[in-house]
């Protein structure tokens, strides 16, 4: 009887997807935010917050100087890849004055997206060193915005300093489907940096 109950618990938690942290990541007006909002299917929950004047001359506006609303602690959100996985995406704060909330963040995190804004691309160097240091898999996704230069995944990838090893994807932060493929790839990323050298 005792055997029969086992395997009934096996099978249940068989049947239970794998619950993965994902960290979403990048500068201030990147489009964390906007990327886990779109492709969260729960209602995300978000800390975005009406900018007021103490951030001005304390948060770096340039480019994005019509920006209103900044968060303040993390955004939150979920997504089902398949019937084994599930992602629970973190996104970060921006800005400077909240990078302290980063380690505590990232614990227990598979990996993260580097969102990078190629009108302000040195605003992501902070998020590409702070996984390289602490040995996190990551990807950077490259979100276009209007009327920003299009480079080529491989400029970044030179900009940036990034290894070959690291996936660099262009991405539309507002697109569904988009957003899906940059998770996809940095699951995909993870699996195969797991997986033992082939020996020759």
């Known amino acids: 009887m005792a055997s029969a109950d086992s395997e009934n618990r096996s099978s249940a938690y068989e049947a239970i997807p794998q ?3 994902i960290i979403v990541a990048g500068g201030f007006g990147a489009g964390k935010t906007t990327l886990v909002g779109a492709v969260s299917e729960i209602t995300p929950l978000s800390t975005e917050e009406v900018m007021t004047e103490a951030s001005y001359g304390v948060d770096d506006l340039g480019g994005v100087e019509n920006k209103t609303t900044t968060t303040v602690a993390l955004d939150f959100g979920r997504i089902t890849i398949n019937d084994d996985i599930v992602l629970y995406l973190f996104g970060t ?3 400077d004055r909240f990078w302290f909330m980063w380690d505590e963040l990232v614990e227990g995190a598979l990996g993260a997206v580097v969102l990078a804004d190629t009108r302000r691309l040195d605003t992501c ?3 590409v060193d702070f996984f390289e240091q602490r040995g996190v898999p990551f990807v950077v996704a490259v979100n276009r915005f209007d ?5 080529r ?3 970044v990838r030179e900009a940036l300093d990034l ?3 690291v996936p660099v994807l262009v991405a539309d ?3 569904r489907e988009s957003a899906k493929e940059v998770l996809v790839s940095l699951v ?3 699996i195969d940096g797991r997986r033992p050298a082939m020996s020759g």
């Open 19 to 21: 619950a993965v942290k």
């Open 93 to 95: 704060p921006g800005q």
């Open 125 to 127: 160097f902070h998020a």
């Open 147 to 151: 009327g920003s230069t299009p480079y």
């Open 153 to 155: 995944a491989e400029e």
């Open 163 to 165: 290894s070959d090893a």
């Open 173 to 175: 932060a507002r697109e």
């Open 188 to 190: 995909t990323h993870v």
